[in-house]
């Protein structure tokens, strides 16, 4: 039972472009939300997150968009570079637990 | 300042051996989680513990697997008789303390298990 969807497992940017990666849920308990970053061969490395109290959270090139009513979040990097090509993962975590879920991984490949 | 260690990073067993896989979190961290990551999917979550306690361990398959995170020394992730569906790569992941919205988690370099 996938709670967590990236429906894309790989996206393909020119450098300098924006990259915009995509996350559905499902559970509605679900208030907390983090992306990370994964390059081969290396562990998921945190990226942003969000809580469910706002809309959007920004740090430099990176903004997370969450529509709760759509249950969606979105990973916008803006401008795209080479060193952002990894894959990346979304996750979500309910209030009543202390375990985050985990979406498929979208394979982010930045053009030169 | 060693960010999560683990070790193995590479395991081969054959069919039937047991897998021990372990993993020191970073320093000051009290809160260990395993993950796995089975070939074209997303990690999954298995068990978390706090030191001596398993706090939840939903994730984690009924039989052959086990978890344990000791007074002293690493957090151990044990799959006995493993079989060929047991290959994955094996996440560990800490944290400061409960990360319901205080932070996040790091994670180790991940353990890759293969199964003969």
């Known amino acids: 039972d996938q709670q967590v969807k990236q429906n894309s497992p790989s996206l393909s940017v020119q450098e300098g472009r924006i990259s915009i990666l995509n996350c559905d849920y499902t559970n509605s308990m679900f208030d907390y939300f983090l992306w990370y970053k994964k390059y081969p061969a290396e562990g998921p490395t945190f990226l942003i997150s969000i809580s469910s109290i706002k809309d959007k959270n920004e740090d430099g090139r990176f903004t997370v968009f969450l529509n709760k009513s759509a249950k969606h979040l979105s990973l916008h990097i803006v401008p795209s570079q080479p060193g952002d090509s990894a894959v990346y993962f979304c996750?979500?975590?309910?209030?009543?637990?202390?375990?985050?879920?985990f979406g498929t991984g979208t394979s982010l490949t930045v053009i030169p | 300042n060693a960010g999560v260690m683990q070790n193995p990073r590479h395991l081969v067993r054959r069919r039937g051996q047991e897998a021990r896989l372990r993993c020191s979190p970073m320093?000051?961290?009290?809160?260990v989680y395993w993950y796995r990551q089975l070939p074209e999917e997303g990690l999954k979550f298995m068990v978390y513990?706090?030191?001596?306690?398993?706090?939840?361990e939903s994730g984690m398959p009924k039989e052959r697997f086990s978890a344990e995170f000791p007074k002293e020394g690493p957090s151990i992730l044990r799959i006995q008789q493993v079989v060929r569906g047991d290959s994955a790569a094996y996440f560990c992941a800490s944290s400061p303390s409960q990360i319901r919205g205080t932070g996040e988690l790091f994670f180790g370099e991940g353990s890759r298990l293969t199964v003969l």
């Open positions: 320093k000051g961290h009290s809160h």
């Open positions: 996750a979500a975590s309910p209030n009543t637990g202390n375990q985050f879920y």
């Open positions: 513990l706090q030191k001596e306690n398993i706090i939840d």
